[in-house]
């Protein structure tokens, strides 16, 4: 079989990782990216061991990329809000790369993205493009933009995020759930703090489980990421960018520990989203139409995996799909998108699930279930 002819929708985190790996492997690739062009926009992503031994397995430059630009925690820390306690404390830097390969990196999504859309070629991004919905044949699948033309693929990938129109297309409307809870992100110069374990990734549990503070260095630690949450039911709004109050996120930590508040006093803006969960979907592919990312698994934030799922499901849909052109599935795509979803979809469903629960790391534990994984190497049925 000659070269498949791939369409992603979406140039996101999962999306971009997804038409390297793919390239790689010899498809004809197409991503279709709404952003005409990259802001920096967001913040944080974490890239825990899994993700960054996906990523390094990409080859060319990304590796080296990467590792210009982020940042290494040296730690993952649990404290206690009010009296400031170590409850839990994991080694990550070298230990991390001596006990899965690859050390743990904070990064910011634009340097992230950055990273990766150096290592696809011009020709195949179409940046400015939005995708409106997908029309399935019986052998590939149509991409319908918003001037109103189709292009037809032999696979059509939606990466296109918690808001995805391919998922709608193939599931129907989106049901979230509101979790009550709204979520603070704020990126503030690490000079203007003086405080210890800036060079860890900690979280600080609050009295109740709606309550925590998550705290990381980016950009070589140059840069310090704050993350919050509380239970607000009077915001409803699902966004990475909709400016927040930083008196009202001062004020409902006010009785956390002193370096916790001092995290808080450094911030001159936040950025303040609510917090949905979606239930696993029943399936991810019909036909030559797949998803990935947060596309078909969108996530709670509280084990920090967001990213990471969606970079692992890159390399794997690439190595599902490489059998076609070996001939190894012999009913083709729709066989190979099924051996996707049965290879990711059991790990996806418990960090789903685990995230949800947020006890993630509370008090220590083994994180080799999920730091461990081996996208280049978990086995395909
Ligand atoms: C602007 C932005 C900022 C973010 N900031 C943060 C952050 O600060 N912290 C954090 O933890 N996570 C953040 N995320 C989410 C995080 O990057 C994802 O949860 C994770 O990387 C999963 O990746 P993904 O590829 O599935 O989705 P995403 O990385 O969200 O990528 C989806 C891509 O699809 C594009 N897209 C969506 N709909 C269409 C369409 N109809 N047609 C064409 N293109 C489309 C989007 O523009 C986006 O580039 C952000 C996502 C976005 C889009």
């Given at each position: 079989?000659?070269?498949l002819?791939i369409?992603i ?9 997804a038409a390297i790996a793919l390239g790689r492997k010899g498809h004809a690739v ?125 696979v059509?990938i ?156 890159a390399?794997?849909l690439a190595?599902?799909l490489a ?59």
């Amino acid at each position: 079989m000659s070269a498949l002819r791939i369409g992603i929708c979406g140039g996101g985190v999962g999306g971009l990782a997804a038409a390297i790996a793919l390239g790689r492997k010899g498809h004809a690739v197409t991503v279709f990216e709404q952003t005409p062009l990259f802001k920096r926009v967001g913040a944080d992503v974490n890239l825990t061991p899994n993700a960054v031994r996906a990523l390094d397995g990409l080859a060319g430059n990304v590796a080296v990329s990467l590792r210009d630009a982020a940042a290494r925690p040296t730690h993952r820390i649990s404290r206690t809000w009010d009296t400031g306690e170590i409850t839990s404390m994991l080694e990550m830097a070298e230990a991390a790369e001596t006990r899965y390969g690859a050390p743990q990196l904070t990064i910011h999504r634009a340097d992230l993205l950055a990273a990766l859309q150096a290592e696809v070629p011009a020709s195949v991004m179409r940046m400015g493009v939005r995708v409106t919905g997908i029309e399935e044949h019986g052998a590939g699948g149509g991409i319908v933009l918003s001037g109103g033309g189709v292009e037809r693929f032999d696979v059509v990938i939606g990466a296109d995020g918690i808001h995805s129109v391919v998922r709608a297309a193939l599931l129907g409307p989106d049901q979230p759930e509101f979790t009550g809870l709204v979520s603070f992100r704020a990126v503030v110069p690490r000079a203007s703090l003086d405080l210890p374990h800036l060079d860890a990734f900690t979280k600080w549990w609050g009295p109740t489980p709606d309550m925590q503070i998550v705290t990381f260095p980016l950009n070589r630690g140059q840069e310090t990421f704050i993350f919050a949450t509380t239970a607000q039911d009077d915001w409803r709004e699902e966004s990475w960018t909709l400016p927040g109050d930083v008196e009202e996120l001062r004020h409902v930590y006010r009785d956390f520990h002193p370096e916790a508040r001092a995290l808080l006093a450094a911030c001159t803006e936040v950025t303040k989203s609510a917090l949905y969960v979606r239930q696993p979907l029943p399936f991810w592919s019909r036909g030559a139409v797949g998803l990935l990312g947060d596309a078909c698994h969108p996530m709670v934030p509280f084990m920090a995996q967001g990213a990471c799922m969606a970079i692992e499901d890159a390399v794997v849909l690439a190595r599902a799909l490489a059998s076609v052109l070996e001939g190894v599935a012999p009913a083709g795509v729709p066989q190979a998108l099924r051996a996707y979803e049965a290879a990711r979809k059991p790990r996806t469903t418990r960090v789903q699930e685990g995230s949800r629960g947020n006890e993630w790391l509370k008090q220590g534990g083994n994180a080799d279930w999920v730091y461990g994984y081996d996208a280049w190497g978990v086995a395909l049925g």
